[in-house]
């Protein structure tokens, strides 16, 4: 057989492997936000707090737990306790129920939300699928979280915020 002859069915041989191989890459399982337990979640604070996770977020059921950790639905909200506290940031940071929560886009999911409390030591995170309304959400987390010993950290207002004001006109 010539030699351009051989090549041909090795690189179709090739390029039907690499094709398939691209293809079965699609329909791999994506990975699902973490359930493992945080750096600090056998701690006795987290250990109590997630004995104390309501069966229910945001209408879904409480389906896995793990130390420190529970996830509701099918992965639709994780929660983890035993996270180092957060250092001040100038991301969004809200307060929902006496509960301050630093929120950012997780990247684990298409629109996923992480929520992680602030002032608190350890700190507590959630990963929430967008389909769950953030209000109802952060209210029941906070009412799940509230117990974690606090720092001296908030969240500041900006309506309470120091910025300079005038004080008078000068008129000439």
């Not at 707090?49 to 509701?72: C, F, M, N, R, W």
């Not at 002032?119 to 974690?148: T, Y």
């Not at 606090?150 to 006109?169: F, L, S, V």
Request: proline share 9%; glycine share 8%; hydrophobic share 40%.
């Amino acid at each position: 057989m010539p030699k351009q002859s051989r090549t041909l069915p090795v690189l179709a041989t090739i390029l039907t492997v690499g094709g398939l191989a691209l293809l079965a890459i699609q329909f791999l399982p994506v990975a699902a936000p973490t359930t493992e337990g945080a750096p600090q979640a056998e701690s006795t604070v987290c250990r109590d707090l997630a004995a104390g996770y309501p069966d229910k977020i945001g209408g879904h059921e409480k389906t896995a737990t793990s130390p420190g950790a529970a996830v509701y639905g099918d992965h639709v909200i994780t929660l983890r306790c035993g996270l180092p506290e957060m250092l001040p940031t100038t991301d969004l940071c809200v307060t929902a129920d006496g509960v301050d929560w630093v929120l950012k886009d997780s990247g684990q999911g298409e629109g996923d939300k992480t929520i992680t409390t602030f002032g608190r030591k350890p700190a507590a995170q959630a990963v929430i699928d967008p389909e769950v309304p953030s209000d109802v959400a952060l209210v029941e987390l906070a009412a799940a979280v509230k117990n974690l010993p606090r720092n001296e950290r908030k969240c500041i207002d900006q309506a309470d915020a120091a910025y300079p004001t005038p004080t008078g006109h000068h008129t000439p």
